[in-house]
């Protein structure tokens, strides 16, 4: 079974920087892109930025574009959210998704881990 696992969420202060990974598993990644995406209290969720597994590259929201960066570790499984110059109105619980490359959207989710930015 597929599963994606979110670490490194926390507590930081505004201008910090904070770096969340993603443990995936279950079967080859290979070909699907991942993607990161947030959910704000009171708000839908967003698409903060993603990563083709092979090749690399990478797409972002304006949002957040110049602040963050997606990278992958291909051997370990792992994918990871780079966020600095951190805003308060970065807080929200950050998701990890795949998708395969037949998909039309995002199949497979993560549990979720919260980045609180205080001012």
């Known amino acids: 079974q597929v599963r994606l696992v979110e670490s490194g969420g926390g507590l930081v202060q505004a201008g910090g920087s904070l770096r969340l990974s993603c443990a995936a598993s279950g079967r080859t990644f290979d070909n699907y892109r991942m993607g990161w995406f947030r959910q704000a209290p009171g708000k839908e969720r967003e698409f903060v930025g993603g990563?083709?597994?092979?090749?690399?590259?990478?797409m972002y929201a304006d949002s957040v574009k110049g602040r963050v960066a997606v990278s992958r570790e291909n051997a370990k499984n792992l994918v990871y959210l780079q966020m600095n110059s951190l805003k308060p109105e970065d807080t929200a619980v950050y998701y990890c998704a795949a998708k395969a490359p037949t998909a039309s959207w995002y199949a497979y989710w993560g549990q979720g881990t919260q980045v609180t930015v205080s001012s």
């Open positions: 990563i083709k597994w092979s090749g690399g590259s990478t």
